[in-house]
């Protein structure tokens, strides 16, 4: 009888599409949508590279900053992309946004379009040229006897020296790029919508709700081997799902999600079976109807994976750091917190945590489901 | 009228779906709009960065350095981050802080003996910009201070003098015409109505159209003694009706949202963009219904086309991120152009007038297009 029902329960769930749709075709739809849309904007926005600019100069007169601005457009790891041009070519290609900005080599001045992080490396080239200048004149004007060649020197090559005081580090090895967030969500976005299955296997087990539940509430079957062998079969039909979507993220649009796959399997694993679990809950409240079960269902999804960051990066943080037991509660959010862990921490102990609270939250709602199915008797249909 | 009224009738059983589409519309659009007018910078600002410290010396030279970088960037809240690595991690990756720095013990001794090259940590994301504007503020602080002692001031002397020196900045000014940089709220309004409009029309009207081309019920109307050339009418009524109200609904939250701005010249501009969207998004209904014959096919459609649209054409992630194939391909699509009309009405609204009207009507000829096509598909399905 188990197998049987195991058997069955995978079929009709097969067939009905539906919930294969929103675990699967829709997660690697917007998967494959945010991918081609910013998969590329840690790379354009963040990193850093070359700042095209266009230097305005009369050329008349002997200038210091055309020394710099040569010294800082040559080699393999210019600063500077400089192209010389006349004033008015300059403004317009500043128009077209070919360039980031303008300097204007003969009074020291910067044109921008707008304040971002190109701009300000810029004007802190010439600031610096401005502030070397003056501290120059400073120091040669405080000088007790006339300056002489050998003091010159020593302050210039003070100057050029260019001493780096720190030594950069970084805490991790792995991928730093904050948009992975939205990929974590959608598969607890995934996870969570599973609950569409078993939603749908908790109706045909009860009598008021369809017609197999009627069939199947007077077999003499115990309805926990009916919940237990539909739980098993969604379990690995989801699992399933869930590897698929991992594979194609991670092989067709390659993401980079670290390199601990053994550990994130297992939070797929896991995280399906509390998105079914969510859907046995649900669908055992007797008095909803099944429309309204659906419709609870699609808000509790979208509710918890937007407080996981499926909508908009942050929000998952903003409660960390104000009230942190939702995040250690929400399904969606243990999920996200698992693959972040993964990707970004050496140890797994919050991995593991993440991983119980997950699997205790599952039996706890399936057992109280259970206490609702069991039993219960009609006096009409 | 009997079938302009079973239309609505028909419609109000799908009243919730398009509430809660609504909902997640107004919600997400609230957050962005208090989110984007807290940062409106008027002209140029040099961009600050967050750093967290952790001064292990304590000395004149460590607490100067401390309090330029305080002047030039932001210090972030101290309390969150620790100096532990866990902490240090989450604070980067959720760029609550660029840069955080660690000042050793000796470092002034250091300083003055000329040996400080390398000895202060920067923990940080490698090869951000961020990280580079903060290191190079750390660098020019403590250059032009080496400078100064090495010219033989003490290091009182030398942190006063070098502040002073570092006080001199470029001049740094914006083209007429201001900084170009950040959307208004209502171009922010007007451009996610480009998702969650094509979602409405969707679940609400082909829903509707798909009911009224049930075969069953089609036949009976059709053997009815109701006069077809009537019945399409009313049905075109109908969907009309319907795009108009969920244009007033728009316009209402719109007036609510934006507190008026709607009422300029520019609102008028963006209304009628909208209007033009309306009708593509029918379009794009009408042939739906005609595809499918399943109600919940529909909200699949509904969702993967209007995410799908919002995504690749500009309006959930700005036009200038997108690559150039993806801007190629969002040209065959409707939602593009409806965004390209509206980011020049926030920009570039009288020197663009023309291109303006233009994205406009090739929205009209995609409709048309739109409906061509699932009028040969309902032939193909009926013959």
Redesign the interface.
Known sequence: MFWHNFKNCMKVTLKAKVSIFWTLLFPIALATFMYVSFGNIMDNEEMFKNIDVAVVSSGEEENGLMVVIDALSEGDDKLLNVKEMSEAEAKQALKDEKVTGIIFADDVRLMVNESSANASILESILSSYKQNEYAIKDIMGNLETAPNEADIMAIMSDVMADTSYYTEKSTSDSNQNMYNNYFYAIFAMSCLFAAYSSVGAISNLQANESGKGMRKCISPNSKIVFIVSDFLSLLVLHFLVELIALLYMSTVLGIEFGDKYPAMILTLFVGSMIGLAIGVIVGAIAKLGFGGKIGILTAIGLVLSGMADLFVNGVKRAIELHVPIINKINPAALITDCFYSLNTYDDYTIFIQNIMIMAVESVVLIVIAFMMIRRNKYASI | MQVYKSFFKVLNKYK?QMI?YLC?FCS?LT?FIKTSSASN?NG????KCEFAVFDYDGTAASMAMISYLSETNKRADAG?IKDE??S???A?????ADAI?RIPEGFEDKLVSGE??????????????????I??????F???T???L??GYSMEEAVV??ET??A????????DGG???SHSSIYTFFSYLGWVMLCLMITGVASVLQVFGRKELKDRIECSSYNFLNFNKELLLGMITTGLMICGVFIIVGVILLKGALFSSEGGLYLLNMLCYAVVCLSIAFLVSKITSKQ?ILS?IA??VS??MA??CGI??PVE???ES?IKVAHFLPAYWYNQAALNIDFHMHEKMGSIFAAMGVQILFAVAIVVIGMVVDRKKTA
């Open positions: 919730g809660m997640i997400l957050i910078p140029y600002k040099d961009k969150v690595k866990i240090m991690q989450n980067l990756y959720n760029r609550e720095i400080a090259e390398g000895v202060i940590d920067v923990i940080t994301i490698p090869g951000t910009q961020n990280s580079m504007l290191e190079s503020d750390l660098d020019g403590l250059g032009m080496e400078l100064y090495k010219a003098k070098a020196a570092l001199e900045t470029a001049e740094v000014s914006l083209p900084d170009v940089s919940e699949m969702n993967v995410l799908g995504f690749l959930f992630v991120f997108l690559s993806v």
